[in-house]
C-alpha cells in the first residue's frame, strides 16, 4: 500500500480536478500537488500526518480543504497562492503550520485555528492577510 505520495508526483497536472488520497497515505509530500490549477477538491483522510513544504502551492480552483485529525505538520508554502480557497480548518492536531502556509490565498473568508497554535502563529507570516481568525 502507498504510504507517501512522493515529492513532485503530481505537480503541474493541469487537468487534475479531484483527488482522493488512500487511507495508508502517512506523507504528501514536497511539491505533491502543486501547480494543478484545476484541483477542485482533495479527499485528505485520517492517515495523513505530514502535508509538506508547496505540496499544494498555486492549486487555483481549490475551495475548501479540511485537514484530518491526524495532521500534526503544515509544511511552508503547502497551500500559498490557492487564490480559490475561502475556508480552512486546523484541527488539534495541528502542532506546527509553518512560514506562509496560506499566504496568497485572498479569498480566504476564515482560517479556525487551534486555540494553543495562537502565539507561534502571530510569529510567523502563515496569516498576515487574513480577514477573520477563529482560534478554538
Given at each position: 500500500?502507498?504510504?507517501?505520495?512522493?515529492?513532485?508526483?503530481?505537480?503541474?497536472?493541469?487537468?487534475?480536478q479531484s483527488v482522493v488520497i488512500p487511507n495508508s497515505v502517512k506523507t504528501?509530500?514536497?511539491?505533491?500537488?502543486n501547480k494543478c490549477e484545476s484541483l477542485q477538491?482533495?479527499?485528505?483522510p485520517d492517515s495523513v500526518e505530514?502535508?509538506?513544504e508547496?505540496?499544494?502551492?498555486?492549486?487555483?480552483?481549490?475551495?475548501?480543504v479540511i485537514i484530518p485529525?491526524?495532521?500534526?505538520?503544515i509544511g511552508n508554502f503547502a497551500f500559498?497562492?490557492?487564490?480559490s480557497l475561502q475556508s480552512v480548518i486546523i484541527p488539534n492536531s495541528v502542532e506546527t503550520i509553518e512560514e506562509y502556509s496560506f499566504e496568497g490565498c485572498k479569498m480566504i473568508k476564515y482560517l479556525t485555528i487551534p486555540k494553543h497554535l495562537e502565539k507561534k502563529i502571530k510569529k510567523s507570516k502563515?496569516?498576515?492577510?487574513?480577514?477573520?481568525?477563529i482560534y478554538v
Open positions: 500500500s502507498v504510504k507517501t505520495i512522493d515529492d513532485f508526483s503530481f505537480s503541474g497536472c493541469l487537468s487534475l504528501i509530500g514536497f511539491s505533491a500537488f477538491s482533495v479527499i485528505i505530514i502535508i509538506s508547496y505540496a499544494f502551492r498555486r492549486c487555483l480552483s481549490l475551495q475548501s485529525n491526524s495532521v500534526k505538520i500559498t497562492c490557492c487564490k502563515v496569516l498576515s492577510k487574513h480577514r477573520s481568525v
